[in-house]
């Protein structure tokens, strides 16, 4: 477990999937299904997160495609990320009390939060992408339990 926690924190998603290959194969069962979506879903956002958009195509067809039969519609939502401009800026400001035009986010693991101004003015309102400002603004997220899990098809793991 400790060996797979290290190849998570450390984003090495290729070698994840190697590893976890050893233990259960994608079409197993539903479980190992969703565990291995995650684990591409994840790559195809960093790719998208670096601005590397061959690298997320590539992701999209070669690795996310397989799941488009189980289910179409999550499928569908997944590649329309690819029309959005810089989305983890949108995300990371969608709550930010203090935002700043071109922020430095280091990462998506932590939450972001631009400094106050020194000046005691507000900061201009963020430019970055077509979502910056559309997103309604709430009191924080929702609760975990909020969330609807995946859904994979009348096969696959029916609670």
């Not at 590397?52 to 499928?75: G, M, P, Y």
């Not at 603004?137 to 975990?144: D, I, L, N």
């Amino acid at each position: 477990m400790k060996h797979f926690e290290d190849l998570v924190q450390g984003g090495e998603w290729d070698e994840l999937e190697r590893y976890l290959s050893g233990f259960t194969k994608l079409e197993d069962n539903c479980y190992s299904m969703k565990i291995f979506f995650e684990i591409r879903k994840q790559k195809y956002l960093e790719a998208l997160d670096r601005h590397d958009r061959a690298k997320a195509v590539e992701i999209l067809v070669k690795d996310l495609k397989v799941f488009a039969s189980f289910n179409e519609e999550l499928f569908k939502e997944i590649t329309q990320l690819l029309t959005l401009e810089n989305f983890s800026l949108n995300w990371q400001h969608q709550l930010c009390k203090n935002p700043r035009p071109n922020p430095d986010i280091k990462t998506l693991f932590t939450d972001h939060s631009c400094a106050a101004p020194t000046n005691g003015a507000r900061a201009p309102p963020p430019t970055n992408g077509p979502l910056v400002g559309s997103i309604p603004k709430s009191a924080g997220f929702p609760p975990m339990g909020a969330h609807a899990p995946h859904q994979w098809g009348s096969s696959c793991c029916k609670p």
